[in-house]
């Protein structure tokens, strides 16, 4: 397994639109795209910097995963994520290295990426996601 690059870093918000208006006025960036993705419970925006994103979420709901997050622990940084070629492969490497997953199988996330997630008590107390984008 071997990581490309680094994908995005996720930034919990309470408010997107605010969030949104804030990057804006300070550092002159728009997001490319912005999304509901149910599954997450998340409305997601990313913004590209460089050859990465920095992506915001807010809940969908106060018992989402982000909406307890914020409740726990207020805005901020939420999670890591990096891109691997092969998610499968990516996975069978950690699981047989003892890693704590989340995932043990990929499942859709926005951008129509496949995405796994390592738990943060695994390595450095960050949670970390595993991102193999679609070639569509």
């Given at each position: 397994m071997k990581l490309l690059n680094l994908d995005h870093v996720a930034v919990a918000v309470e408010n997107l639109d605010?969030?949104?208006?804030?990057?804006?006025?300070?550092?002159?960036v728009a997001p490319l795209y912005r999304e509901t993705v149910e599954s997450q419970g998340v409305e997601e925006a990313m913004i590209a910097v460089g050859g990465s994103f920095v992506q915001l979420l807010q809940p969908l709901g106060p018992e989402t995963p982000v909406g307890r997050f914020l409740?726990?622990?207020?805005?901020?940084?939420?999670?890591?994520?990096?891109?691997?070629?092969?998610?499968?492969?990516?996975?069978?490497h950690l699981a047989a290295e003892g890693a704590k997953l989340i995932d043990?199988?990929?499942?859709?996330?926005?951008?129509?990426?496949?995405?796994?997630?390592?738990?943060?008590?695994?390595?450095?107390?960050?949670?970390?996601?595993?991102?193999?984008?679609s070639d569509g």
């Open positions: 605010d969030a949104l208006a804030g990057y804006a006025q300070r550092y002159g409740s726990k622990n207020g805005e901020g940084l939420h999670h890591v994520a990096f891109a691997v070629s092969s998610i499968e492969a990516a996975l069978e043990t199988e990929p499942r859709v996330g926005g951008r129509g990426a496949r995405i796994a997630f390592v738990h943060p008590a695994d390595l450095g107390g960050t949670l970390i996601e595993l991102v193999e984008l």
